[in-house]
Every structure is written in C-alpha cells, then in structure tokens.
C-alpha cells in the first residue's frame, strides 16, 4: 500500500467525511462534484480499501474511513499550522502591498490619513494603489492582484472575505440637470421605478442588483439605459439623458461636475464602502496592519 497520500486528497476525504454528502462537499471545496468523486475512488485505489460506503440511502464512512478521519483532520491541522507560519515568513519579507480600489474613496482625505498611519509603523512597506473598473467588483482580490481592497457591499462570493467598514452611507439619485426630478429636494424611490437606471456589468452579480435596488421593485424588473464601468462612463451617460442612477452620498462630488444634479432618496437601503481582503490573508503581518490603520482613521477600532 502506497501512503504517499497528498493533502488535498486528505482535504477531499475530511470534507465528504464531514458532510456525508458528495455534492455539498463539492461545494464546501469549490470543485465540481464528479471531479471530487473521482478523487475520492482514486485515493481509495491508491490506499486499497473503500472509505465511504455509496448506496441509494446515502453517504456513509466505512470502518476503514472511520478509522482514518482523525488522523487525516490531525495531518490537515497541522498543516494548516505550518502553512501559517510560512505565510507570516513571507508576508514579512514582502516589501509591497498593492491596495486595490474601483472608486477612489474621497471622504475626507481617507487614503492620506491610512496612508500616514501605516507607514509610521511599517516605513519600509511600499503602498501600490492599483485602480481597476467596475466590472470586477472586488477590485483585484478575487485574482490575487490586490491584498487589500476598497469595495461595495455586496461581494459575489462574500463568503470568501473578510472586511472593515469604511463608511455607510445613504443613497442618491443622480440625474441631468434637466431632468423633471431635478428641481425636488427629496425623490422617493417609487417615483424612479419607471426611470431608466444605469447598470453596472453583469459580471458584478449581487453588486449591481444593489446598485439598482432590485429590493425595493418589488419584483418589477429595472429598466436597462446603460451600462457603465467607471465614474468617468457614468458622467458620460447621465449627461447623455442615457438614464439616472443610485450613489452613495459620499461619491456625489465625483459626478455632479457640471449638467448632473443628485438628490436623496427615500425608500433604499444604504450603502456599505468597505476595505476587504481575502480570509485566508488575514494573518498577514502587513493585512493586519493596513487594516487596523484604516479602523483608527474611520474610528472603528
């Protein structure tokens, strides 16, 4: 018998173990289900015994499986420990951390002032800002091109990522000046149902439902004018009379430059701007460092 046996196999093995449920373990490990199948029937050949007992009922581990789990959860665990320390190895040797963003966050001088605090501690760390459009709405972490990003909530695959708040804050309605809308001091949102909205690209998913307030239709479907990718594309399209779109109040001076015009609006859930990084960096020395200053900058320590 070969014990030659590599940790994603024994990752593989835990997971259906645990769930009992070859489809929910598939997901638990973002692979597809007869891909982890296949894993399970090859690590079964490589050890020859079966682990899992397979019939119509179910799921089930066999006494050689069961057997096995706590050893393989003992393997994985330490593992999961050795890999810790070889991040927190290398994240202390690297010299950069590339701060990502699709939005420039302009409150109140919010980049200088993380800027200055982290810098203090880690004078040696060289910032990047790597600036990217909307439509990849975690603004390089999903691709590792950023360890840490300025983001909106909601995030497709949220689960994969922690965050700080920035700001909450509530929504407007950016409209051309000429708009019949304009001359109001307060829009409802049900005044704007029939408006044509600005959308951000499908790739953003659950970014841009929030962005068209699909929670407060009702289920009546939003009315496409355009799709924007950048603050510079929106101007664009709203000076256009391409349509109107939601803003958080804090990004109002990115757009009202001239022929726009933003109002509040009742009835939307606010908005959340947050600095987000991937869970498993959470260890980092210069994540953890970033963030807290970001959390003394905004008052959230």
């Known amino acids: 018998m070969t014990l030659d046996v590599h940790v994603r196999d024994l990752r593989y093995f835990v997971a259906v173990a645990e769930e ?38 179910g799921v089930a581990l066999t006494d050689a499986g069961t057997a096995l789990l706590p050893y393989a959860r003992r393997v994985l665990d330490a593992w999961e420990e050795g890999a810790a320390a070889m991040d927190n190895a290398r994240a202390a040797q690297r010299s950069t951390l590339v701060v990502g963003m699709s939005t420039s966050p ?7 002032a993380i800027r200055s605090r982290f810098t203090a501690t880690h004078p040696e760390t060289l910032l990047r800002l790597r600036q990217v459009t909307w ?11 950023a360890d840490v990003a300025f983001v909106w909530l909601p995030l497709p695959g949220q689960e994969r990522y922690d965050w700080t708040v920035v700001a909450e804050e509530p929504l407007m309605v950016a409209l051309p000046d000429a708009h019949p809308l304009a001359g109001r001091t307060e829009v409802d949102f049900t005044d704007l149902l029939d408006e044509p909205f600005l959308a951000l690209p499908e790739s953003t998913g659950p970014l841009r439902d929030f962005w068209l307030a699909l929670d407060a239709r009702d289920g009546r479907p939003p009315r496409i004018g355009a799709e924007i990718a950048s603050t510079e594309e929106t ?67």
């Open 20 to 57: 009992l449920h070859f489809t929910r373990a598939a997901e638990r490990l973002y692979v597809s289900q007869p891909a982890l199948s296949k894993q399970i029937r090859a690590l079964e050949r490589q050890l020859g015994i079966e682990l899992f007992r397979r019939d119509r009922r």
């Open 106 to 112: 302009v409150r109140g001088g919010l980049l200088p």
């Open 135 to 145: 439509e990849d709405p975690t603004a390089g972490l999903a691709d590792g091109a």
């Open 235 to 301: 101007y664009e399209a709203l000076t256009a009379g391409l349509g109107v779109c939601l803003v958080a109040a804090g990004n109002v001076p990115l757009l009202t430059l001239g022929g726009v015009t933003a109002r509040p609006v009742r009835g939307v859930t606010p908005s959340r701007y947050v600095l987000a990084w991937r869970r498993e960096d959470g260890r980092r020395p210069l994540v953890r460092a970033y963030a807290k200053a970001c959390r003394r900058v905004t008052g959230r320590e």
